[in-house]
């Protein structure tokens, strides 16, 4: 089977590839509109996602509507622990503690993993919190649930594994320093733990946030939107099924499903990512149902890349992490032991390897029609007017699904900026995100893939 299964892997990844360098070739031979063959391929394959994910969505609130509404009576609640990984992130650290201690339903501890920080990250928490040593960790004396790890560099899913090894909790909240929870972040969380006992992991909703100039504005108007299809879509998947990401920034786990992984992958740089993918292996291996869930109302601002740099640094190594988790697990592509899962996520995410470049190679072929004179771009400029139109009306859809599953009044300002994110975003930031998914592809094929420190400001 397992044999099987990797041959069919390669042999649809041979054909993409075989098809992407015909396109090349033809883009130069061909004298008709079959000569934009990747992006009228591009176009096909994004507009059956958007279908598909607006289709499962709008089914799934259609037919149940309470799914994410919090019932808080008469309801056992698990205990949490939230750990917080940290490394030099003395300027922001602050912020997101005050988050915690300020919870409607506080989290049971809360554990801050010094990640060997350069910045005086550690002195600032002896300072500001009396710390005194226990055993192989730090307490404070002025918030009794407050416990800090110090630590030699080794890396963030070291940083969370020797976190949620020293909670006591039942679910373990994972958090990043650059994150700020809503008040009943955590209460959204615990009640969704408790309504559900077969939910193994979750994640909240996040909401970006780009300090800086001018430039950090437009990178936080694009990414706002950017976030809001993402977290449609993953509901659709968990709809479906088949989610296979919650957000590092801000995601649960029961304490018995990380022990029974063996916790995060050190040697992954995406380690939320990857785990899921063992989540998904494990359970069906064992006969487990998969429950993988986004919280509706669990919401967390967290900073994000404010310049071209920062922005093509992190997507790059959050493309080339998914391409190193994807690979690793090429056994599951196709694989019916794996439910749908393995026969229907898993070859859409195959297909996502390459989806970036045939935009990108789209793109740059239609410049060279138009630089050259290219008389068949007319016909091309036709297609793209009417993915451009499609793509607005399915927006617009999806933005109301989005706020009815959030349960949240769209104002007349933001239906005005959501459409001006759409019309302007395929000239602009799609074309920022597959360039550096290409970047992404390079890293990965050389072994470079790496965390970078994003944040410019607090």
């Known amino acids: 089977m397992l044999k099987n299964n990797s041959l069919r892997f390669f042999i649809?990844?041979?054909?993409l590839l075989t098809w992407l360098v015909l396109v090349i070739l033809a883009a130069f031979t061909l004298n008709g509109i079959l000569a934009w063959s990747a992006g009228l391929l591009y176009i096909a394959y994004d507009s059956f996602i958007q279908c598909l994910v607006v289709t499962i969505s709008s089914h799934s609130l259609k037919n149940n509507p309470a799914a994410q509404n919090s019932g808080y009576d008469r309801l056992t609640l698990p205990t949490m622990s939230a750990v917080v990984p940290a490394r030099n992130e003395k300027s922001v650290l602050d912020k997101c503690l005050n988050a915690l201690f300020s919870q409607t339903q506080a989290p049971d501890e809360i554990i801050i993993v010094d990640d060997g920080s350069t910045d005086g990250t550690?002195?600032?928490?002896k300072e500001h919190f009396q710390l005194k040593f226990i055993g192989n960790h730090s307490v404070s004396k002025i918030q009794p649930n407050l416990k800090v790890i110090q630590k030699e560099h080794s890396g963030k899913a070291d940083s969370l594994n020797q976190g949620w090894r020293l909670a006591k909790?039942?679910?373990i909240v994972t958090i990043d320093a650059d994150t700020i929870l809503e008040p009943?972040?955590?209460k959204e969380m615990s009640h969704a733990f408790a309504q559900n006992p077969n939910l193994s992991a979750a994640g909240g909703i996040i909401i970006p946030r780009c300090a800086g100039s001018r430039t950090a504005e437009l990178f936080q108007f694009y990414q706002t939107f950017e976030y809001i299809r993402s977290f449609l879509e993953r509901f659709a998947w968990m709809s479906f099924k088949t989610l296979v990401l919650v957000s590092g920034a801000f995601s649960a786990f029961r304490r018995d499903v990380l022990q029974r992984l063996g916790g995060f992958n050190k040697e992954s740089s995406v380690e939320d990512y990857e785990l899921i993918y063992r989540y998904y292996r494990d359970c069906h291996q064992n006969g487990i149902i998969p429950n993988v869930q986004v919280i509706a109302r669990a919401h967390a601002l967290t900073d994000a890349p404010s310049n071209l740099e920062k922005f093509l640094l992190q997507r790059s190594r959050w493309f080339a992490g998914f391409l190193d988790t994807l690979f690793r697990n090429k056994d599951m592509v196709f694989n019916p032991l794996y439910g749908?899962?393995?026969?229907?996520?898993l070859p859409l995410k195959l297909i996502d390897t390459?989806?970036?470049i045939y935009g990108l190679l789209a793109l740059v072929i239609l410049i060279f029609y138009l630089i050259i004179g290219f008389r068949p771009y007319i016909a091309v400029l036709y297609v793209l007017i009417v993915k451009l139109l499609f793509d607005l009306i399915l927006h617009c859809y999806a933005f109301i699904l989005y706020h009815r599953w959030q349960r949240d009044r769209i104002t007349p300002k933001l239906w005005a900026h959501s459409i001006i994110a759409i019309l302007t975003e395929p000239f602009a930031f799609q074309i920022l995100r597959h360039l550096a998914a290409v970047f992404g592809v390079f890293a990965y094929l050389h072994g470079k893939i790496?965390?970078?420190?994003?944040?410019?400001?607090?």
């Open 340 to 345: 749908r899962f393995g026969r229907i996520m």
């Open 450 to 458: 790496s965390w970078a420190h994003q944040r410019q400001t607090a």
């Open 12 to 15: 649809l990844y041979g054909l």
């Open 354 to 356: 390459l989806r970036p």
């Open 169 to 171: 909790s039942e679910v």
């Open 122 to 125: 550690l002195h600032w928490l």
């Open 184 to 186: 009943n972040a955590i």
